[in-house]
T-cell receptor, first 115, second 116 residues
Framework: EADIYQTPRYLVIGTGKKITLECSQTMGHDKMYWYQQDPGMELHLIHYSYGVNSTEKGDLSSESTVSRIRTEHFPLTLESARPSHTSQYLC??????????????FGPGTRLLVL | GENVEQHPSTLSVQEGDSAVIKCTYSDSASNYFPWYKQELGKGPQLIIDIRSNVGEKKDQRIAVTLNKTAKHFSLHITETQPEDSAVYFCAASGGAGGTSYGKLTFGQGTILTVHP
């Protein structure tokens, strides 16, 4: 089992609310990622970080923002939730390996429903 | 960027049969190919991976093959069991220095159902 945690696991919220999805890992991994998983199952990378104070946008455009102030913590924020944000959000982490891709470990996910 | 195609989207087998899931990728610089299993209500879990310097890798009932020339790789599950039922994802990642370094591009997923 990977030591990566996400809270809340489920969230139902009204349109216009600000939300923060939490992700933390105790493995000391430098790299962290956020994926959005749509109902058709496919995972899309929306944000990633190579370390503290490093954040990059992923392949899928997202209105969410992220921060990386501590190695173990990579929260995702939506300033104003909309029904189109309804999805499952998965956090992952991996070690930084120069020249090698390291295994990504996933958290259990947060299922978000915006009414 | 990288594009990964996965087939089939659904696969139904009888317990004890073999299951094969295939993926193709577009970026010849990709050098890491993991396979993930996702059970209902859980995040994806790595089950096996292969790097581009290896053609085949086995772990008990699971094996992965890689054909770099054709840019495709496959997951083979033998002696399937009902607990193998899940969604399986392939993925590809680029090498160091490339724009896709460190980022996984996932296939569309395969729903595997193993009937007792």
């Amino acid at each position: 089992e990977a030591d990566i945690y996400q809270t809340p696991r489920y969230l139902v919220i009204g349109t216009g609310k600000k939300i923060t999805l939490e992700c933390s890992q105790t493995m000391g991994h430098d790299k962290m990622y956020w994926y959005q998983q749509d109902p058709g199952m496919e995972l899309h990378l929306i944000h990633y970080s190579y370390g503290v104070n490093s954040t990059e946008k992923g392949d899928l455009s997202s209105e969410s923002t992220v921060s990386r102030i501590r190695t173990e913590h990579f929260p995702l924020t939506l300033e104003s939730a909309r029904p189109s944000h309804t999805s499952q959000y998965l956090c992952a982490s991996s070690e930084y390996g120069a020249g090698l891709q390291e295994t990504q470990y996933f958290g259990p996910g947060t299922r978000l429903l915006v009414l | 960027g990288e594009n990964v195609e996965q087939h089939p989207s659904t696969l139904s087998v009888q317990e004890g049969d073999s299951a094969v899931i295939k993926c193709t990728y577009s970026d010849s610089a990709s050098n890491y190919f993991p396979w993930y299993k996702q059970e209902l209500g859980k995040g994806p879990q790595l089950i096996i991976d292969i790097r581009s310097n290896v053609g085949e890798k086995k772990d008990q009932r699971i094996a992965v093959t890689l054909n770099k020339t054709a840019k495709h790789f496959s997951l083979h599950i033998t002696e399937t069991q009902p607990e193998d039922s899940a969604v399986y994802f392939c993925a590809a990642s680029g090498g160091a220095g490339g724009t896709s370094y460190g980022k996984l591009t996932f296939g569309q997923g395969t729903i595997l159902t193993v009937h007792p």
